[in-house]
């Protein structure tokens, strides 16, 4: 990869233009637009024909904003899922299908992609990120950034950076050296840049860098410096929400634009910053162009939006897409599961059967009309079946959430009574819904008093408790169940605690059918731009079964069966933005409800529905093994496309899969002294796993499918003027039904007589150097073409504070894995930086 194409946009005409248009404005109005309207709105300005620009989040589909009530949105498989496809053409058209439901929206920058490595496997949003290889994560990413674009809806590429980690997520410093920033952690957001991204978006995080150790919103040497000069960055820097603390360093450091708004603070303090000299008005106006340029983009400045010309059926893309992403773990030779007779009666049995957890928790997650159950997926593809669907015990700690409006007086779910600072009562009515939230709050209210008329009917001891943060009272009949003063703010928006809350349940005894008075009082919560609000999330367990009851019914529903499949994985409590995960285990006793069911059921399929690694004890007992991701709002049609053969199950793993805990390179990413040290250098992921010779449970890049494959040679290596390399592997598809390949180029670096690498830089034992998708019809053989770029080949030099190469021997090594290397060639990389065969 070349770098001259990055240096274009600091000096592209059109934003030089827009730098004398915003100079020419009043101080007052320019100040103006750097803050937004709203939480997810940018200021309009009639007189220079400026619209309101509209943003939206987006990593798994754009949600909206917030202005229409029941809004629903299509639901995609998770960012992980994406790239576990490997398939560029997958990524471009998940981009344009988030920018057509960004325009049926009314939305012009989606908060997508977000290109953060996946450096430790219990990062809580290990699932919203792409890869752990900075090279897979880039290659994604950019295609996402494109789609979008190319339809006329801005990216907003996040979060720039070093910013893999959700412990104190908003206060901690990622201390790394210029080489792992550089090669690593930096390398897809350098490649977005190239894509073209609109926006960035500066992360929460602080980052010393060597250069200097700021909040990455005022850091001067990596947005002003690197990103805007360097990299050529035309476009607009947004502070992650509530991210921008001070007036002066961020306007400085490079920031153009603080969300949410109204407030914050710039506004006002900004505005006597340039008076008094301390920011000059120059640094304005090119903040003021780049919003200007980003308006022009999306069409809300002197020109029209491109059309949108995707226009292809999204729930049928949602459902390949799932399906192609799905990774087969194992594979059972003898009796495959896709070449089985028709079964008469299938067994599905796990908590995710009954609930698929199809997207994790945090701000990408969007409301879909509908999610396609596997009890719904397999009725439709195998109609003459009789499926038996059994939990095998509930994995949550917290109970479910409370269906208010089936168990709530007819017409009426709740009754509000607003309350003033002092305890009088403002205004009182009623709710026919209740979705555990009150956002928009009057001012002048101080506290909200809430009450809720419960039908329970079913004989039995029944959990009730009431999920909250915050200063608040609960009564279940009259009896204190909860009470809290504590005072919070937007810091339980920003660490998450808001949206799964906890509660203390209190155990109501029910002989009769008869009704519970819930009765709840919560002090505002008054979150900056995110605006005031109360959280009060209903719960509710009904007597039932006990776990030990669930599993043994679920391991005779398998006895039973023709088709067993479990469905297992995390759920909402465990895979969030805003914590990070405490282990590696699947929740509850659902280990032990696979052990029970294979031992009557050998040939049982398992399903993992997980966004990020867990660890299985079973894997290597049972004979089929699929990793489904959040495979989005078609997950139960996806799940029976992939076991009926209808579609290829060709994910290839983006990430490592321990087998043990201990051995992972990275076990937690939590700071220490407000510091998160990233000791593991360039060797993230599998790189560290390489280094240290440990064995995973699966390696980076598996993926067995449905097919079998051989690797049959490698021709001759062929270099482009820019450097890159370019190879030929042959290959052919040796099972009994086509099949997709993703053929992965590996390198390894020369090295000195003593094993060290050349030129004293620190290297990785091998990493990912390129890689193609084919598909080829069964006993066919395929050419597959993958091209090394000299990037990959490269190192930043510290010392000169450039990319060099290394002279010497690179090996190429082509195979199906990390692990998996069949084929192997080697090209000389001579002094003078250029490669040849």
Known sequence: MTTQSLQAGQSS?????????????????????????????????????????????????????????????????????????????????????????????????????????????????????????????????????????????????????????????????????PQTLREVYLAPFERAVAAGAWSVMAAYNQVDDTVEARPMTDHRHLLTELLKGELGFDGVVVSDWVATRTTVAPALGGLDLVMPGPGGPWEGALLDAVRDGRVPEAVIDDKVARLLLLARRVG????????????????????????????????????????????????????????????????????????????????????????????????RVLAPRLDVEARGLAGVAVEVTYLAADGSPLRAFALAAWDGWLRDLPDEVGSVALRFDVLLDEPGEHRIEVGTVGAHTATVD????????????????????????????????????????????????RAQGYGNLVRAELRHRAPGPTADEEIAAAVEAARAADLTIVVVGTNEEVESEGWDRTGLRLPGRQDELVERVLDVAPAAVVVVNAGAPVVLPWLDRARTVLWAWFPGQEAGHSLADVISGAVEPAGRLPWTLPADEADVPVPHARPVDGVIEYTDGVHVGYRGWERAGRTPAAPFGHGLGWTTWSYDSIGEVATTAEGDLVLTVVITNTGARPGRETVQVYVEGPTLPTGAPVGGHDRPVRWLGGFACVDVAAGDVAHVTVTVLRRQLEVWDTATESWVLPPGEYRLRAGRSVRDLRLDTAVQARADETAEE
């Open 478 to 525: 009259g009896l204190l169940v909860s009470q809290s003063a504590d005072e919070v703010g937007v810091e339980v928006i920003l660490d998450s605690t808001i949206n799964n809350p906890e509660g203390v349940p209190a155990e109501v005894h029910v002989v009769e059918p008869r009704r519970v008075e819930i009765a709840t009082t919560h002090r505002v919560i």
């Open 300 to 395: 809300a400045l002197d020109q029209a939006a491109r059309p949108v010309t995707a226009t292809g059926d999204l729930a049928a893309l949602i459902r390949r897409t799932a399906a192609q992403s799905t990774v087969v773990l194992r594979a059972d030779a003898e009796n495959p599961v896709w070449d089985r007779p028709e079964p008469a009666s299938i067994a599905l049995v796990g908590p995710n059967a009954v609930r698929p957890h199809v997207l994790g928790g945090g701000s990408s997650t969007v409301r879909p009309r509908h999610v396609v159950t596997p009890a719904e997926g397999l009725a439709a593809r195998y109609p003459g079946a009789q499926v038996t669907v059994a939990r095998g015990g509930d994995p």
């Open 13 to 177: 005409p059109e934003l030089a233009a827009l730098r004398v248009t915003a100079h020419g404005l009043p101080l007052e109005q320019k100040v103006r637009l750097l803050t937004g309207e709203s939480a997810w709105r940018l200021h309009g300005d009639p007189g220079l024909g400026l619209r309101p620009v509209a943003v939206s989040d987006g990593p798994v589909g754009v949600r909206g904003l917030g202005e229409v009530e029941g809004e629903t949105s299509a639901l995609f498989p998770a960012p992980s899922a994406i790239s576990a496809t490997w398939d560029r053409d997958v990524a471009y058209e998940t981009g344009q299908a988030f920018a057509r439901e960004a325009r049926d929206h009314g939305v012009d920058v989606v908060l997508a992609p977000q290109v953060n490595i996946q450096r430790t496997p219990v990062g809580g949003r290990h699932f919203e990120c792409y890869s752990e290889d900075p090279l897979l994560t880039a290659e994604i990413g950019a295609q996402v950034v494109r789609g979008l674009q190319d339809q006329g809806v801005a990216a907003c590429v996040k979060h720039y950076v070093a910013n893999d980690s959700e412990t104190d997520r908003t206060t901690y410093i990622s201390h790394l050296d």
